[in-house]
């Protein structure tokens, strides 16, 4: 079913994910991916994103970067931005995720997952019933695996918002009828 591929909640860059959207599902913790979502391939975080990292970890929420890059590139960033991570993660498997919650000490439930990548970081997180927010891939820049995976991800995500808009709708349509809200006039 392609619902098993559908995020949560989608987003254009990481920093737009506020402490609240957190708050108001339950998590106590994020796993995010790295490249393309924290930063571009290769590069390190911009400032925007570790200040952002900072405002999550200053209000409580835990952090584990997950990536399937190798041990270098993961080591650096987690010495970096002080936060915990895990390399060569394989996702979508599980393990992965599962190392990273019981790193973080808390459950699949209270956990958010932040990648932009359908097929490992969306599907991964949906497989443990995590939050799954998808983040528009920072750059053009990808690995040729990457690469040809794209133009599936831009069919389930055109599927994705479909059905995002018309639950919009739906939920427009119910507050104006049962009086919560009335529809602007043009
Ligand atoms: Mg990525």
Not at 23 to 32: S, T
Not at 131 to 136: D, P, Q, S
Request: positive net charge; proline residues 3%; charged residues 35%.
């Amino acid at each position: 079913m392609i619902e098993r591929l559908f995020p949560d909640k989608e987003v254009d860059k990481v920093e737009s994910i506020g402490l609240k959207d957190l708050m108001d599902q339950g998590i106590k913790g994020v796993i995010i991916d790295i490249d393309n979502t924290i930063s571009e391939w290769k590069l390190d975080p911009t400032e925007n994103v570790a200040a952002w990292l900072e405002m999550l970890k200053s209000n409580g929420i835990k952090i584990c970067l997950v990536s399937n890059n190798r041990r270098i590139r993961a080591e650096k960033l987690s010495r970096k931005l002080e936060v915990h991570a895990i390399y060569s993660a394989f996702k979508p498997r599980r393990k992965a995720f599962i190392s990273a919650i019981t790193l973080m000490g808390i459950k699949a439930s209270e956990t958010a997952v932040v990648g932009d990548q359908i097929f490992t970081d969306i599907y991964g997180g949906n497989r443990l019933n995590m939050f799954t927010i998808y983040v528009r891939p920072i750059a053009d820049r990808d690995h040729w695996f990457v690469k040809i995976k794209r133009p599936f991800e831009k069919y389930v995500l055109a599927k994705f918002r479909v059905r995002d808009f018309e639950q919009k709708e739906r939920r427009l349509m119910w507050k104006v009828s049962s009086g919560e809200r009335k529809l602007k006039k043009h």
